[in-house]
């Protein structure tokens, strides 16, 4: 069992930042791949970015260059840094591991951008 715990949401004006962080508790050895998903009010839960074992990782083309994410050397964090945030990236923010086959999700984090 793999546990994900989200903090560092919240409200925040376009064009200011947030960094959230994933902490992963449990079985994290043979985490595959970790990664940041949203979904906002009536919408579909989309990927935002994953950060793969061998340290390489992919950025959804509609955050590409404003967000960021990375990992801890403990390989117990996982981390979101926005930049530039718009209205539309209004959502909530889980975190989602894959560990041999078997995927975990955290509770999720509200954050909202609006002035």
């Known amino acids: 069992q793999v546990q994900l715990v989200e903090s560092g949401g919240g409200l925040v004006q376009p064009g200011g930042s947030l960094r959230l962080s994933c902490a992963a508790s449990?079985?994290?050895?043979?985490?595959?791949?970790m990664g940041w998903y949203r979904q906002a009010l009536g919408g579909q839960r989309e990927l935002v970015a994953r950060?793969?074992?061998?340290?390489?990782?992919n950025v959804a083309d509609s955050v590409k260059g404003r967000f960021t994410i990375s990992r801890d050397n403990a390989r117990t964090t996982l981390y979101l840094q926005m930049n530039s945030l718009k209205p539309e990236d209004t959502a909530v923010y889980y975190c989602?591991?894959?560990?041999?086959?078997?995927?975990?999700w955290g509770q999720g984090t509200q954050v909202t951008v609006s002035s």
């Open positions: 989602n591991a894959i560990r041999i086959g078997t995927t975990y």
């Open positions: 950060f793969y074992s061998n340290g390489n990782t």
């Open positions: 449990g079985s994290i050895n043979r985490i595959n791949v």
